[in-house]
Structures are given as C-alpha cells and as structure tokens.
C-alpha cells in the first residue's frame, strides 16, 4: 500500500503536469487544489527538488513547476522516491535487498519466486504509467 506522503507526492506531480510550461504554481494552490496539508506538502516538493523531478522559482511569480517532461517522469520513480521498495517482499526488490528471517532456501522457494513475478509485473506497468498518461487518463475520464 502507498503511503500518504507517496499518494500526496503523486497527486501533485499530476497537478503540475497538467499545468506543464505554464509557469510555476504556488505551493498553497497545489495544496488548496489538492487537499494537501501545505506543511507536509512543502517537505514533499522539497524532497522531489532535491531529486531533479521538480525545480522552484523564488520570489513574485515564483512556485513549483516540473524540472522534467511529463513523459518522463513514471510512477516507479515517484514510489522509490517517497516509499522505497517497488517490491511486496525484501527478498525480492531490487534496490533494497535484504534475505527474508524465515526463508531455508532461496533459490527453492515458491514464495520469493510468485513474488518475483510480481514484483517485475508491477514495474512493467508502474514503468509505462508517466504523468503524462495519467494526465490523459484524466482527461478522457472526465468526458
């Protein structure tokens, strides 16, 4: 399950891409739009800044706006970044390995295995779902 922090992140970086060249957004309009506590909301842009998705603008006319395409921000990236493991099961994530306490035998198990399996089929699709397909899923859902 995503976190609330992660959702907010995500919520927000749609916000943005639908606004995408329009120049930066004020971090209370995201917030008010997308029913985010503007505390929680400053250390989350914050955060995505730091990792090159995002880029602000201070002073009058200043805010937040997408660093990078809409294209090419997915929403694996977005999970990692607020949440870490993509994965159900340390035993099976790529990035953030740890052998499970209970596991005899990893190469036998059955568990790790249909959760490997798992594990790929959500980066598959996690990986082709960018902000600016779901900008469009939007879209096309809203008609």
Do not use: W
């Amino acid at each position: 399950m995503l976190s609330k922090k992660c959702k907010y992140a995500i919520h927000a970086l749609v916000y943005l891409a639908e606004r995408y060249q329009q120049g930066p957004v004020h971090i209370q309009d995201i917030a008010e739009a997308q029913h985010i506590p503007k505390k929680f909301l400053e250390a989350i842009l914050l955060e995505m800044r730091n990792a090159k998705i995002l880029h602000s603008k201070k002073g009058k006319g200043g805010g937040y706006y997408l660093y990078k395409k809409p294209e090419e921000v997915n929403l694996v990236e977005i999970i990692r970044l607020m949440d870490g493991a993509i994965s159900l099961l340390p035993c099976v994530s790529l990035n953030y390995y740890e052998r499970c306490d209970e596991c005899v035998n990893e190469v036998t198990c059955g568990i790790r295995d249909a959760f490997t399996g798992v594990r790929d089929e959500s980066l598959k699709l996690l990986s082709k779902s960018t902000l600016a397909q779901i900008v469009k899923r939007q879209r096309e859902l809203a008609k």
